[in-house]
């Protein structure tokens, strides 16, 4: 069993990210869990959007 961690600032990225692996490695994906974090930068909201995929 493996994992594999992505963080990206926009939800497209991530998306694009995630549907790039699964193509590419082809594997039995076992979970994949999501995640959004927000903070505020001064007047700025800054957004982090991960995933983990556990696959084998």
């Not at 590419?24 to 903070?39: F, G, L, N």
């Amino acid at each position: 069993m493996k994992v594999k961690i992505f963080d990206e600032g926009h939800e497209k990225d991530l998306e694009n990210a995630v549907n790039n692996f699964l193509v590419e490695k082809k594997c039995e994906v076992i979970d994949i869990k999501y995640q959004v974090a927000i903070s505020v930068f001064s007047e700025e909201q800054v957004f982090c959007f991960s995933a983990m995929i556990i696959y084998n």
